[in-house]
């Protein structure tokens, strides 16, 4: 059996490699400094992440509760793998990207998610800070969750391509 990838998925996965280009410094550079060893993160980086939590009052970066520092590992030990590979993957129309991307999707979504229902319940932040954090999460979420569809459904089609075949095949014996 053989599965063509359909160029319309070309168009997408570009967009989805410039996504993990722009996600991969995020995640070493900001979302893991808290993982650095003392000492190893440059001071300018310290200022900015000082900064972000000054200026947005970010109470999961501020306190970082045990349930969010084990998302926070997830992001170099999983996260940054898979989107690198991910960026291999689509360029190279890999036929194991959609499931590979699809658990990391789901993942991304899931505690992202999680992350803008605890500033909906926040009690030590305004309505102000909560919109903006909120708008500003919300935006990955629905970047994850639009990948996780995708690739859902390239999932679909490629088991719906091979049954095909498979009863193809029971006809023609």
């Known amino acids: 059996m053989s599965i063509v990838i359909p160029a319309t998925h070309r168009s997408r996965d570009r967009l989805y490699v ?3 280009l722009s996600y991969i410094p995020v995640i070493i550079f900001f979302d893991s400094l808290p993982l650095w060893p003392s000492g190893l993160a440059p001071n300018n980086l310290l200022s900015l992440h000082k900064w972000y939590k000054n200026h947005f009052n970010d109470q999961l970066v501020i306190t970082q509760p045990a349930w969010f520092r084990l998302f926070t590992l997830t992001e170099p030990f999983y996260q940054l793998p898979v989107a690198a590979w991910g960026i291999w993957a689509l360029r190279s129309k890999s036929l194991k990207a959609p499931a590979h991307l699809l658990l990391w999707a789901a993942l991304t979504f899931g505690t992202t998610i999680t992350c803008l229902f605890e500033f ?10 909560k919109l903006v954090l909120i708008a500003m999460y919300s ?16 999932i679909q089609k490629i088991l719906a391509a091979a049954a095909g075949s498979v009863e193809q095949a029971k006809k023609s014996r």
């Not at 909906?120 to 800070?129: R, V």
């Not at 935006?139 to 390239?154: E, H, K, Q, T």
């Open 18 to 20: 410039l996504f993990f």
């Open 120 to 129: 909906w319940h926040n009690q030590l932040m305004s309505e102000q800070e």
């Open 139 to 154: 935006s990955y979420a629905v970047i994850f969750g639009v990948i996780g569809v995708d690739m859902f459904c390239r």
